[in-house]
């Protein structure tokens, strides 16, 4: 969790709308599946870029093996560090596990919805959005009380252990729903017991 939030650091910090003369690689992208564009040509700070390019450079991301942004439908950047293997094909043609990359792009749609007026802060109640789904199943008062916070940092009550298989939230029991977010809203409350670590104090 903790190298997510830094992530979402990272983008946040180093993608400001300046513009500064410098030259990038173009993005190596051959598939066809994107039109590129020039990074700083588009506005983009050309600082910016290079701070990303440092950072990916360091220590401080072991786990990132790919970074490509995209903004209007153009490729912008992109970056490839996988570790040496006998894999042949090229970096940008393998697949990659992305899912939880879906938790990063989750945080940057809330916190602009915050920004434009439509949250009200990450403190804001989760279940009023809801209402047109009618009462979840499980009814109970720590339920109505989970924040958009409790989500982003994967801390609320409801009972959903993705290492457990009996969990009544494992994922592999939303895929075959046809409603996933009902699947969410429906689950019980369970909660953790003193002694138990919770999700937002692990790393």
Not at 15 to 43: C, F, K, N
Not at 46 to 51: I, L, N, S, V, Y
Not at 154 to 176: A, H, I, K, T, W
Request: hydrophobic share 35%; with cysteine; proline share 9%.
């Amino acid at each position: 969790m903790e190298l997510m939030m830094r992530l979402y650091l990272l983008l946040s910090v180093f993608l400001p709308l300046a513009v500064q003369a410098a030259e990038l690689p173009p993005p190596v992208d051959q598939s066809g599946h994107w039109t590129r564009a020039d990074a700083i040509q588009t506005g983009l700070s050309a600082q910016a870029w290079q701070g990303l390019d440092q950072a990916l450079d360091g220590e401080d991301f072991p786990g990132i093996t790919s970074v490509l942004v995209a903004r209007d439908g153009r490729l912008l950047y992109e970056r490839y560090r996988d570790p040496e293997s006998d894999d042949e094909t090229p970096p940008e043609q393998r697949l990659r596990d992305t899912r939880s990359a879906t938790k990063t792009i989750t945080g940057l749609l809330v916190g602009s919805a915050i920004a434009q007026g439509h949250i009200q802060g990450a403190a804001e109640p989760l279940m009023p959005w809801f209402k047109s789904l009618g009462s979840p199943a499980n009814p109970d008062p720590r339920k109505a009380a989970i924040r958009f916070e409790d989500l982003l940092t994967m801390s609320s009550l409801l009972e959903c252990n993705d290492d457990n298989p009996y969990s009544s939230g494992n994922e592999e029991r939303m895929y075959v729903t046809e409603h996933w977010t009902r699947f969410v809203l429906d689950l019980p409350i369970k909660g953790f017991a003193p002694w138990m670590r919770k999700p937002q104090d692990s790393p």
